[in-house]
């Protein structure tokens, strides 16, 4: 049976404040999942120097809790893009007949996410997992797709918890209801530092998931129909104020301490899990493997057609070699 992914209430998503834009700029409207990652920032710092303004875009962003409410968010017509959803809930909303597309890579390989247990766990390594209770984001997102991925490589039993936000799996972790916990940078890099968790793995620590596009950039029919120029001109830009961030470290890295409040010294480990290259936009890198994964965790009944899957991929920008 696939996956069933519902739409979200207004009242589910976090709206960013940005500058004002200047009258008669192009308005396109940004769901970002779990704004305060260092990827997931980007769109929110480019806006916030203003740079989409000067290019004639007036983005608005805004935060979903994971890859399924991202989807749904653009699915349910409020927001145009759709940044960084996993590809399992866009493949198997797009497999239900959601009007999307999908328009760029946005993450390769799963070097951020990672998974701990409290300080005193008896659990030590992966060896020690099987049987145990892991949590993971929203259905779709990228965190489940490391754990179906580590279950099908290792071929071990476990036991799969929604844990939703970062906040709620670590009080989860650190009172018993689950074995292991999940997160991102810069969440939960601190407890580690005061040794209250300890990292058991990361995402690229699973072997099959180092190298494919993990997560995507959609768009919804309409916006891409109608707005095609505006969407590409918006990849572009975005592109390179990323190349801005990496350049200016300790600018970006100041915007990045101050979203997710925290000492800037831990924003800079932060920002360590993320190299400029597996931000990179354009093809869908192991794009079979990725199909194949989505079928065996049941997000999609069979692999789409190549003419289905030509209507889907619809790759607008591509990030320059250097």
């Known amino acids: 049976m696939t996956r069933k992914f519902h739409l979200l209430t207004a009242a589910a998503m976090i709206a960013i404040a940005q500058p004002a834009a200047a009258q008669g700029n192009e308005k396109v409207k940004v769901a970002t999942t779990f704004l305060g990652l260092w990827d997931t920032s980007q769109p929110s710092l480019c806006a916030e120097r ?66 701990y247990v409290k300080a005193d766990s008896p659990i030590k390594s ?40 970062m906040d709620a799996t670590y009080t989860m972790a650190m009172t018993g209801q689950i074995d292991v916990g999940y997160a991102v940078p810069p969440t939960m890099l601190k407890e580690a530092e005061e040794g209250k968790i300890r990292v058991i793995f990361s995402g ?24 095609r120029e505006v969407a590409t001109k918006f990849l572009e830009v975005l592109d390179q104020c990323i190349d801005w961030a990496y350049a200016n470290p300790e600018e970006s890295l100041a915007y990045y301490a101050k979203l997710n409040k925290v000492d800037p010294a831990i924003a800079k480990k932060g920002m360590e899990f993320y190299k400029r290259e597996t931000l990179a936009f354009g093809p869908i890198q192991e794009q079979e493997k990725g199909i194949a994964q989505a079928v065996a965790g049941g997000f999609i009944k069979e692999k789409p057609s190549e003419e289905a899957l030509k209507d889907l991929v619809q790759i607008l920008y591509t990030t320059p070699a250097k």
Do not use: C, H, W
């Open 50 to 115: 203003g740079e989409f303004a000067k290019a004639g875009l007036d983005v608005e962003v805004t935060s979903t809790r994971g890859g399924s409410e991202n989807v749904q968010a653009v699915v349910a017509g409020g927001m145009d893009i759709g940044y960084s959803p996993g590809i399992n809930s866009v493949l198997a909303a797009a497999g239900q007949g959601a009007p999307i597309k999908i328009i760029s890579s946005e993450f390769r390989g799963q070097n951020d996410s990672f998974f």
């Open 126 to 165: 992966m060896d020690d997992l099987a049987g145990k209770s892991i949590a993971y984001s929203r259905p779709g997102g990228a965190s489940e797709a490391i754990l179906l991925a580590l279950k099908a490589d290792r071929n071990i039993d476990l036991n799969l918890v929604t844990g939703g936000g």
């Open 204 to 227: 690229d620590d699973v072997e099959s998931q180092r190298g494919m596009t993990q997560r995507l950039i959609i768009a919804s029919d309409d916006f891409l129909s109608n707005r």
